[in-house]
């Protein structure tokens, strides 16, 4: 079995890092079996490195090894790239092809950026993983084969899986073994190494002489976070050696090229969540304020009515002062008034009067002139509902479930948050 630094040299792997030594020893570790490896890392860090030392490697090193993108690929065609069709089986289908999974028969297959893969040919895949069967496109006979399957992503699997953008069960199958390249700014003694090799290669390939860093120059490209990886900084290189006359770069010079990376990371692997409230559009924040609206309505109603039954402004204020600091808390800071009601003053009413016991004559209701309220309300009941269970669906799947930190976004109690969960069965 060849070392660690025998397949550097054979495969111009430049770097002394540990988690890049320990990649490369998994991947010749793994390389003598029929396992099928995952390789996890950013973009730009050199995934397509690993396959090739598997495959050169392995009995399979004399059979074919065909790289495939799977994110170049359009969806409509990249089953019948991956595994064939038959003529006629669509327009333009003029004569029968072999996919990949026919052609690499014996072989290994590197599929790149396969979380991009469309769900139906996730579904194809996985079957050739069990079983090494296929269906050619527009056919109807089951073909076999016998592939070494390796893919890359630089996407958090986990994360498409909880979308349903990527298959869990395909996951668990193509990473039976997963390999993970560090990124470049995790390499920070392996960079001006990189640097300096590709600056070499460039002044051969461009006849020229090879560029070379003043000692401010190399300070500012470890301190430089890279978010291209190898990728970025082998361009760099490139761009240096064709367009500066001046062999020796200084700081401000490599600055020049560097594009300000403080904004973004990108294209890394980085978490996508909103922030906690954040909501994308006018229309959810007006359903929010509808809901607190109504929420602080239901309040009132609850309040007034145990006023009511109890006649006790003081015990109802003992036994709700945290409901009344909710309605009432900031309406001291609001109005600029001399002298403003506190929730206790707003709950000192008047002693009901005690009317005659003699019977009043019976009289006519009076018109109600506000019968139109209690229509606009039945037919706004359903909708808001339905957006209440919407914003309280959002909060938990933003909070992941976690009642305590909806129920404050919502601005409701956690029993209060409780009780509509399960009224309305979520």
């Not at 004569?95 to 991009?116: K, N």
């Not at 070499?200 to 190399?218: C, N, V, W």
Request: glycine fraction near 6%.
């Amino acid at each position: 079995m060849e070392n660690v630094q025998s397949i550097k040299q054979r495969f111009e792997l430049i770097g002394n890092d540990v988690k890049l030594n320990r990649a490369i020893e998994k991947a010749i570790q793994v390389a003598p079996t029929d396992i099928s490896v995952l390789v996890t890392g950013e973009s730009g860090v050199g995934k397509e490195s690993i396959p090739k030392i598997i495959h050169s490697l392995s009995h399979r090193k004399h059979a074919k090894y065909i790289a495939v993108n799977c994110g170049a690929i359009p969806e409509g065609t990249i089953d019948s790239e991956l595994f064939g069709h038959e003529k006629g089986a669509f327009t333009g289908a003029t004569q029968t092809r072999s996919g990949y999974f026919e052609v690499a028969d014996g072989g290994t297959i590197f599929l790149d950026e396969v979380g991009e893969l469309p769900l139906t040919t996730q579904v194809r895949l996985l079957r050739v993983l069990e079983n090494g069967e296929f269906l050619k496109v527009g056919s109807s006979q089951v073909q076999k084969t016998d592939v070494r399957i390796v893919a890359a992503t630089n996407i958090n699997m986990f994360e498409a899986i909880e979308k349903e953008k990527f298959r869990e069960d395909l996951y668990y199958r193509l990473s039976t073994v997963e390999i993970h390249l560090p990124p470049l700014r995790d390499r920070q003694e392996d960079v001006h190494l990189l640097f300096r090799k590709f600056a070499s290669d460039f002044g051969q390939k461009y006849k020229m002489p090879t560029i070379r860093l003043e000692d401010d120059a190399i300070q500012l490209l470890l301190r430089y976070r890279w978010p291209g990886n190898i990728r970025q900084l082998r361009n760099i290189a490139e761009q240096i050696s064709v367009l500066e006359e001046e062999r020796s770069i200084s700081a401000a010079t490599l600055n020049s090229y560097l594009p300000d990376s403080s904004g973004s990371n990108l294209p890394a692997v980085i978490g996508q969540a909103k922030k906690e409230g954040d909501f994308s559009n006018e229309r959810e924040i007006l359903y929010k304020v509808l809901f607190d609206m109504k929420s602080d309505l239901n309040d009132l109603k609850k309040l007034t009515l145990e006023l009511l039954k109890d006649n006790d402004s003081n015990k109802v204020q003992r036994e709700n002062e945290g409901l009344i600091r909710k309605i009432y808390g900031n309406q001291e800071q609001e109005e600029d008034i001399e002298h403003e009601e506190t929730p206790a003053e707003l709950l000192h009413l008047p002693e009901p009067v005690l009317e005659p016991t003699t019977p009043a004559p019976l009289q006519q209701p009076p018109e109600d002139r506000y019968h139109f309220a209690e229509e606009i309300e039945e037919e706004e009941t359903l909708s808001l509902q339905e957006k209440e269970i919407e914003l309280i669906k959002k909060s938990l799947e933003r909070n992941k479930g976690k009642r305590k930190a909806a129920a404050a976004e919502l601005g409701i109690s956690e029993r209060t948050l409780y009780r509509k969960i399960k009224q309305y069965d979520l």
